[in-house]
């Protein structure tokens, strides 16, 4: 079915998504796993969950990173499974964050939290739902994830490493670290602290290879964001 371009907000604008819509995290008891005694049992739990379009179907698309508290992507990921749901196993307990990745196939609207913050607690489930819209994205638009202490291109990239992008492109770094950090260096300056969840916007409208800092957290968080022309 043919269905007209329109951008994520404008799409969120006319369905109304709103904070009520926040993707749910839930607890499970597991009484498979309370039940076992083995050891090394009880310092794991599960996570799961589902990736559902806004209305609440399950879709089968994307993959969900499983990030440090941090925000750092080591390249662990679960791909959705063709009933919608995916599944991490057993993890080590403590905090994390997932993340789902659609490609340019689907991604999560900007009013809904991605990545989203979990606990995994002995002997329990985490279960999370990624509530997600379908379509083609924009793929002028790159992410760069800030952590503690890293700039690292999502979902490829290295921490701290040098990301190229063409000319026109709309660079988006986003903190999903627990500490204020700055963006600072290049044409655009200095993005001002950066709190919790707070992103800054740069459209790369000059070619050339700039290296940029965390005035906070420099030397250990640096990295290069390259213009190509
Ligand atoms: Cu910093």
């Given amino acids: 079915m043919a269905m007209a371009r329109v951008t994520r907000r404008e799409f969120l604008r006319a369905v109304g998504v709103g904070a009520a ?8 008891g597991d009484c498979a796993s309370s039940r076992s005694t083995g050891p090394g049992l ?4 599960t996570v799961k969950g589902t990736v559902t379009d806004l209305g609440g179907a399950p879709q089968a698309v994307g993959r969900i990173y499983l990030l440090e508290d941090s925000g750092l992507n080591d ?24 993340r789902f990745w659609g ?22 489930t985490t279960v999370v739902q990624f509530r997600i819209v379908l379509g ?15 700039f ?12 190229v992008v063409p000319l026109g492109t709309l660079v988006c770094w986003y903190n999903v670290g627990r500490m204020t950090h700055t963006v600072t260096g290049g044409p655009w300056g200095d993005s001002g602290p950066l709190g919790l969840d707070a ?6 409208n000059q070619a050339g290879t700039f290296p940029y800092r965390c005035t906070f957290h420099a030397p250990a968080m640096q990295a290069v964001l390259q213009v190509t022309a």
């Fill in 21 to 28: 819509a926040l993707s749910a995290v839930a607890l499970l």
């Fill in 42 to 45: 009880a310092s794991t739990g």
């Fill in 75 to 98: 390249g662990q990921y679960a791909d959705v499974a063709s009933d919608g749901s995916f599944d991490f196993g057993a993890i080590p307990t403590g905090q994390y964050q997932l």
């Fill in 103 to 124: 490609a340019d196939l689907a991604d999560v609207p900007e009013s809904l939290p991605n990545p989203v913050r979990i606990t995994v607690t002995a002997g329990q």
């Fill in 136 to 150: 083609a994205q924009d793929t002028n638009l790159r992410q760069i994830d800030v952590g503690d202490y890293f």
């Fill in 152 to 163: 690292q291109e999502e979902p490829y990239g290295l921490p701290n490493g040098t990301v």
């Fill in 199 to 204: 992103n800054f916007n740069w459209l790369a």
